[in-house]
């Protein structure tokens, strides 16, 4: 709560929309460097990732540790990539598209340029989901099917 100068509580107000930006959309914050390092086994739970999948990133060029000795430490600036990396694999992104992707919100170019281009790759992506969809539920038909069959040359071998 919050204390009015009169002395009366007032509750914290809320506010009435909240703006959801998509983690692909970044940004990808520099932060202040030195200040804000993440262990990677913090960044591991951060993100509920395996160290694997973090150093694999790494090696993949995705992510970029500071190292001191044998220890990896994450910048903001890897926060911010690792949500980008997270999001565009859940939509299905290949590892080239997601590198297109952090170097676009990393460019200089106009965040609504930005912005366009990302929603022109997720209208491909979709176009895409919705194919497969396609031939998955024609798949699925066909196994039905099979399965079917299957259940009746069973029942007449009984």
Known sequence: ????TTGQMVM?????????????????S????ESQLLAISEMSELFNVTLRTLRFYEEKGLLNPVRRGARRFYRPKDIGR??????????????????RIIKLVESNSPRKDQLVELQEICVSQEKLLSEQEIALK???AEVNGVMSALGVMIEAES
């Open 1 to 4: 709560m919050k204390q009015r």
């Open 82 to 99: 690792m949500k980008v990396i997270l999001q565009a694999k859940k939509i299905g992104l290949t590892l080239a598209e997601v590198r």
């Open 12 to 28: 914290n107000t809320i506010p009435n929309s909240i703006e959801l930006i998509p983690d692909i959309a970044g940004p990808i």
């Open 30 to 33: 520099e932060g202040d460097g």
């Open 138 to 140: 024609e798949q699925i």
